[in-house]
């Protein structure tokens, strides 16, 4: 199985801060690296597929790159709504495997 | 709009068996490959099952083979879990969800919480 290792665990950062999180893959999955954001008590989102495509409706100040088995997140211009767990998620092969989650909060 | 709605959540004791489902609507049913994905009490996300379009194709979590079998009924738009020989650590929201064009999930259902507990 694909294992996947995100960091950091938790951060803690300023409305208007550049915030980045990465995912390293155990071994190469090409571009098959997806980003999903989870507000408190809800249920997570897609925000990122394929890498770098931005899924309908998600604010431009998120953005996503990498490839082969490095890859990252970054949030330019931090929201208070942007307050979230993030995973990164793996659809090279099954099982489609989640990053531990990096939990986000708000100065 | 996509949504989907799932059921059939609940207590249930360790060993026993449930059935998850979920209603589909908003979007091509029968074109969609549908995942299960669940969540641990305070814990991250766990991808579980999938199944192709057509049913043609299933996946599974190693810890779920040969207990859970993910199926749909693509006249109904529906989608199922059975699990069997529940365990304890079973315990999680899960979330019915609908697959993108490479295996990413594009929506997800609000989820049902399944409780494996004596």
């Known amino acids: 199985d694909i294992q996947v290792t995100q960091s950091p665990s938790s951060l803690s950062a300023s409305v208007g801060d550049r915030v980045t999180i990465t995912c390293r893959a155990s071994q190469y999955i090409n571009i098959y690296l997806n980003w999903y954001q989870q507000r408190p008590g809800r249920a997570p989102s897609l925000l990122i597929y394929?890498?770098?495509s931005l899924h309908s409706g998600v604010p431009s100040r998120f953005s996503g790159s990498g490839s082969g088995t490095d890859f990252t997140l970054t949030i330019n211009s931090l929201q208070p709504e942007d307050l979230a767990t993030y995973y990164c998620q793996q659809t090279h092969s099954t099982p489609y495997t989640f990053g531990q989650g990096t939990k986000l909060e708000i100065k | 709009q996509v949504q989907l709605v799932e059921s059939g959540g609940g207590v249930v004791q360790p060993g026993r068996s449930l059935r998850l489902s979920c209603a589909a609507s908003g979007f091509a049913f029968s074109s969609a490959g549908m995942h299960w994905v669940r969540q641990a009490p305070g814990k991250g996300l766990e991808w579980v099952a999938l199944i192709w379009y057509d049913g043609s194709n299933r996946y599974y979590l190693d810890s779920v083979k040969g207990r859970f079998t993910i199926s749909r009924d693509n006249s109904r738009n529906m989608v199922y879990l059975q699990m069997n020989s529940l365990r304890a650590e079973d315990t999680a929201v899960y979330y019915c969800?609908?697959?993108?064009?490479?295996?990413?999930?594009?929506?997800w259902g609000q989820g049902t919480l399944v409780t494996v507990s004596s």
């Open positions: 394929g890498t770098s």
């Open positions: 969800a609908k697959e993108g064009l490479s295996g990413y999930v594009n929506y």
